[in-house]
């Protein structure tokens, strides 16, 4: 088993100080062996899957869709997310790794980027193109801009390239520019190819309001990133802007769910519940005011996180251990599928919940979790992992490459687990 580097670096993290330290904590081997079956998932099954499937050998680039049988579709429309998740994914790896095989995908990842998606005329990634490489969909959807983001930065952090620290910076200035809705905060979701207003409507998220949580919590993302090798002040300032909007505008604070979809001003349309949005959401603002380094907002997020794993824990989670995808706050359960994002995004938001609690029943819940991914999405025949199941548990056979389906949740998953397991564990020994 390969040493995880997470240790190396645990002074510099920022830390979740423990509510209730020692007393809580299981011993020491329970949690290194936890972290050590997330990071063989990784290791064994997970990155050698894209390494083997992803790239397409006739054009350079990636496939955009392989069947859950392992059959490419060299014609599939693919996307810059999954691109750009693929170099977040392989980038990680490798500054934690540095296994060279992890630094070859994101390299590919880099120059797909660049080669294929980036618009050279005006700037910025475009949505998508055909099987041939020629553009497809080529207006600038926010959501794809700031994987973009995410994606460079941590190329950077990973390698030093300097060009991909430029890459994610021009993003971030022309998100301000063109996205800012200046009068009631908060970020537009599309423009058209010249960063401009659309004629005529589209949204590759199906998303038909002005706003939604999707975008803002992955514009979050993304600025947590930039900062941590861009500390600038503007940036800083539109960071705290944003979190202030996701506590303030878009997390409920009394059903702790967050509204998925808004007008321009703030007003929420409909009462749908995600609840992997709301558990992935939850520790990733942790995350942006740790970064941020504000002990206000630091302490907020800490106290709402909690709030939102306990919600998701009485309302979300099925017999199983598995995360539902979707409810109504008046029907009740509407979605009854367990996705794959839902239970990694799980994972990492109730370890997060035991951190700041040292409570052993969102360590309990994780292991539940996790005994479901183990059971049901974990695919041994070809690697990774199916795109979910049906309430009953019965597997859905989606293509586990496409679009949509990327390296990223569950990766993030596996990385982020183990290395808080990890200082969990160092923990435990003082």
Known sequence: MKQLFFSLALAVLPATVLAQPTAHLPSTEALLQMAGEFEQELTGNILPYWIKQAPNPE????????????????????G??????????????????????????ADSAF???????WDNKNGGLYWSVAGDGKPAQTHKQIYGQVFGIYGYSEYFRATGNQQALERAKTLYRLIEQYALDREHGGYL??????????AKPVNSLGVTTAKSQNTHLHVMEAYTNLLRVWPDGQLKKQQTALLDIMLGKILNRTTNHLALFMDADWQVQGDGISYGHDIEAAWLMVEAAEVLGDPDLINRTRALAVKIA?????????????????????????????????????????????????????????????????????????????WGTNKSGQVILQPTLSMWKCPYHNSRAMMESARRLQRLATLAKH
């Open 80 to 105: 810059a997310l999954l691109s750009s998740r693929i170099l977040w994914s392989y980038s990680a790896a490798y500054r934690n790794y540095r296994d060279e095989a992890y630094r070859k995908l």
């Open 310 to 386: 306990d919600t998701t824990l009485a309302e979300g989670m099925d017999t199983d251990g598995a995360i539902y995808n979707e409810a109504s706050a008046h029907k009740g359960l509407t979605n009854a599928g367990k996705d794959w994002w839902a239970q990694a995004e799980a994972l990492v938001g109730f370890i997060n919940a035991y951190e700041i609690t040292g409570d052993t029943k969102y360590l309990s819940a994780t292991t539940r979790t996790w005994g479901f991914i183990k059971a049901h999405l974990v695919n041994n025949k070809t690697g990774e992992w199916h």
């Open 111 to 117: 120059k797909d980027l660049e080669a294929t998606f």
């Open 189 to 198: 979701e599309v423009v058209g190819e010249d960063w401009r207003p659309l």
């Open 59 to 78: 054009t350079g680039g990636f496939y955009g869709q392989v069947s859950a049988d392992g059959k490419p579709d060299p014609s599939a429309e693919r």
